[in-house]
């Protein structure tokens, strides 16, 4: 990073935000002496139920547990398969493992980079018991197609909509549809609490379970007695959490709004650059430009190696450099060291392999301006120009 004093300031891959009015209110949680789980989470998954039409919704402390927990509602187990993509945080498969069950990865749409939809019913077998999609940088699945397909083989979808809080499908919000549905609320999502998650349930009795397993099995019984049924865990939101979460929860539309804002931007801008570059033969894969489902989450490219004399770390750098901040959402899965002694192979998902190596994460977050975007295309496509293969 540049320490010219008048260099422009650094451009973070994503910042979280929150104004004034949500910092009162925690602390007045803190203040209230009730900060662990109380009356503001009732309050957050109350209206958390009300913005997914009226379906069960409960929180946790992150969206790991929210997975792993709709895994256990599903009853999935050892012996049992669950088909997911290779392209996603790690702990969409490590909570599969995590009860036993064994991920089956699917290769990806080369556009969409959302799992492939075509290649999910030859990967089915016997043992199969769910498909577990993901929704990269907000943008939904074919959930027709996948429903369909869910319902011919009697199989349950948990989707990890980590990324897709706010994304819509034929306009219908994400989470409003289908079968068990997690979210994240980390940091930098779209909706943060800090750290937290929901899932969003079809049933009361699914709900009810669900609370059990988030805090230690326990439920309560009368105003002295409990009972434990079930191995539970401490996956529990805390109030202070949920306030966050509540504040959030308004400010959403504007989020929203400003992230499609700035993502048409960043179309309009690497476009141009290429063209006034002379670089409109470069292989920069821009994501789908779908204003209608995503969320604009996240704005990745995959970027055209084999035109290019650098790698992408070298190109992170020469960003960096610029005081812009990238992201790589994600390594391929089954390159990493845990799956790789378990017997899986990059090279049977090829897809996902080339995007892991090549897709970047460029910023992309509400409080950006305008010309952040400017200077981003325009030093991209420099770094780009510069370093294209003679």
Same mark, same amino acid.
């Given at each position: 990073?540049?320490?010219?004093?008048?260099?422009?300031?650094?451009?973070?891959?994503?910042?979280?935000?929150f104004n004034q009015e949500?910092?009162?209110?925690?602390?007045?949680?803190?203040?209230?002496?009730?900060?662990?789980?109380?009356?503001?989470?009732?309050?957050?998954?109350?209206?958390?139920?009300?913005?997914?039409?009226?379906?069960?919704?409960?929180?946790?402390?992150?969206?790991?547990?929210?997975?792993?927990?709709?895994?256990?509602?599903?009853?999935?187990?050892?012996?049992?398969?669950?088909?997911?993509?290779?392209?996603?945080?790690?702990?969409?498969?490590?909570?599969?493992?995590?009860?036993?069950?064994?991920?089956?990865?699917?290769?990806?749409?080369?556009?969409?980079?959302?799992?492939?939809l075509n290649k999910v019913?030859?990967?089915?077998?016997?043992?199969?018991?769910?498909?577990?999609?993901?929704?990269?940088?907000?943008?939904?699945?074919?959930?027709?197609?996948?429903?369909?397909?869910?319902?011919?083989?009697?199989?349950?979808?948990?989707?990890?909509?980590?990324?897709?809080?706010?994304?819509?499908?034929?306009?219908?919000?994400?989470?409003?549809?289908?079968?068990?549905?997690?979210?994240?609320?980390?940091?930098?999502?779209?909706?943060?609490?800090?750290?937290?998650?929901?899932?969003?349930?079809?049933?009361?009795?699914?709900?009810?379970?669900?609370?059990?397993?988030?805090? *230690?099995?326990?439920?309560?019984?009368?105003?002295?007695?409990?009972?434990?049924?079930?191995?539970?865990?401490?996956?529990?939101?805390?109030?202070?959490?949920?306030?966050?979460?509540?504040?959030?929860?308004?400010?959403?539309?504007?989020?929203?709004?400003?992230?499609?804002?700035?993502?048409?931007?960043?179309?309009?801008?690497?476009?141009?650059?290429?063209?006034?570059?002379?670089?409109?033969?470069?292989?920069?894969?821009?994501?789908?430009?779908?204003?209608?489902?995503?969320?604009?989450?996240?704005? *990745?490219?995959?970027?055209?190696?084999?035109?290019?004399?650098?790698?992408?770390?070298?190109?992170?750098?020469?960003?960096?450099?610029?005081?812009?901040?990238?992201?790589?959402?994600?390594?391929?899965?089954?390159?990493?060291?845990?799956?790789?002694?378990?017997?899986?192979?990059?090279?049977?998902?090829?897809?996902?392999?080339?995007?892991?190596?090549?897709?970047?994460?460029?910023?992309?977050?509400?409080?950006?301006?305008?010309?952040?975007?400017?200077?981003?295309?325009?030093?991209?496509?420099?770094?780009?120009?510069?370093?294209?293969?003679?």
């Amino acid at each position: 990073m540049s320490t010219n004093e008048n260099a422009p300031p650094f451009i973070p891959f994503t910042r979280p935000h929150f104004n004034q009015e949500t910092i009162d209110a925690v602390a007045e949680v803190l203040r209230s002496g009730w900060v662990t789980s109380g009356p503001k989470l009732a309050e957050f998954e109350a209206a958390l139920s009300e913005y997914f039409g009226g379906r069960p919704v409960r929180c946790f402390a992150n969206g790991t547990a929210t997975m792993k927990i709709a895994l256990q509602v599903a009853g999935i187990g050892p012996g049992d398969e669950v088909i997911t993509t290779p392209i996603t945080w790690v702990a969409t498969s490590n909570v599969i493992l995590s009860v036993g069950a064994t991920p089956v990865f699917v290769d990806i749409d080369p556009v969409t980079r959302n799992i492939d939809l075509n290649k999910v019913a030859v990967a089915i077998t016997p043992r199969t018991r769910a498909i577990m999609p993901v929704y990269l940088a907000g943008l939904p699945v074919d959930m027709d197609r996948l429903y369909a397909l869910a319902k011919e083989h009697k199989l349950r979808v948990i989707e990890d909509a980590a990324q897709a809080f706010g994304s819509q499908w034929k306009e219908k919000r994400i989470g409003s549809i289908g079968d068990l549905v997690s979210f994240s609320f980390q940091a930098n999502k779209n909706l943060s609490t800090v750290e937290g998650g929901c899932l969003v349930l079809n049933t009361e009795q699914e709900a009810k379970l669900a609370e059990k397993l988030r805090l *230690q099995g326990v439920t309560r019984q009368g105003m002295d007695g409990m009972d434990v049924d079930v191995l539970g865990g401490k996956d529990n939101l805390t109030d202070v959490n949920a306030v966050i979460g509540l504040h959030q929860l308004k400010q959403l539309p504007a989020f929203q709004a400003r992230r499609a804002v700035l993502a048409r931007q960043y179309f309009d801008a690497i476009r141009s650059e290429l063209k006034s570059a002379g670089l409109e033969d470069l292989k920069l894969e821009l994501p789908v430009e779908n204003f209608g489902d995503s969320n604009w989450h996240m704005f *990745q490219i995959v970027l055209p190696l084999d035109q290019l004399n650098v790698d992408r770390a070298q190109v992170m750098t020469k960003l960096k450099d610029l005081g812009i901040g990238t992201g790589v959402h994600y390594p391929i899965i089954t390159g990493f060291t845990l799956y790789q002694k378990l017997g899986y192979k990059t090279e049977a998902t090829p897809v996902a392999q080339r995007i892991s190596r090549s897709i970047l994460t460029l910023p992309l977050f509400p409080g950006m301006v305008d010309e952040d975007i400017s200077r981003i295309a325009s030093g991209l496509v420099a770094i780009l120009k510069k370093h294209r293969q003679k």
